[in-house]
């Protein structure tokens, strides 16, 4: 039995599928670069028990290695890291340095990534199904 119907199929709209993408696309390139940097800072467990630790208040690099139970080198490489993120701040005193969470530069990544969740409205076309035309709405 061969079905055949001469209705015209409903047009698929696809604005909802590229949100994330007009959102990505209102943010500024330096936004763009610093959301880049907190992500890639925010992907690593060690940096996010850093991060847990540094909640608390600020932390000498020797109290987060018997913390944490991790070599100062290795320590150091993640907090350099979340420092060129800008997530953390340092301030040397005497032989040791001390770190603390920047809570600004957590918020404004929140933000951003919040601006990302959040779905716009915007002029796209709508692929109509069959014929692969795009129309606009």
């Known amino acids: 039995v061969t079905h055949t119907s001469n209705a015209v199929p409903e047009p698929i709209d696809i604005s909802s599928l590229v949100d994330i993408l007009a959102a990505m696309a209102s943010l500024g390139s330096e936004q ?16 996010l028990k850093i991060l847990e630790r540094l909640a608390g208040g600020e932390r000498c690099v020797c109290e987060l290695v018997a913390v944490l139970g991790a070599g100062q080198s290795r320590l ?4 350099k ?4 993120a800008g997530l953390v701040t340092d301030r040397p005193e005497g032989r040791w340095v001390y770190y603390s969470l920047n809570t600004d530069a957590l918020v404004q990544a929140r933000e951003l990534l919040e601006r990302l969740g959040t779905p716009t409205r915007h002029p796209l076309p709508v692929l109509e199904s069959g014929d692969h035309q795009f129309v606009h709405q």
């Open 81 to 84: 890291t979340l420092k060129h």
């Open 32 to 47: 763009r670069r610093r959301l880049a940097r907190s992500l890639h800072a925010l992907s690593d467990e060690t940096r």
């Open 76 to 79: 150091s490489f993640h907090l």
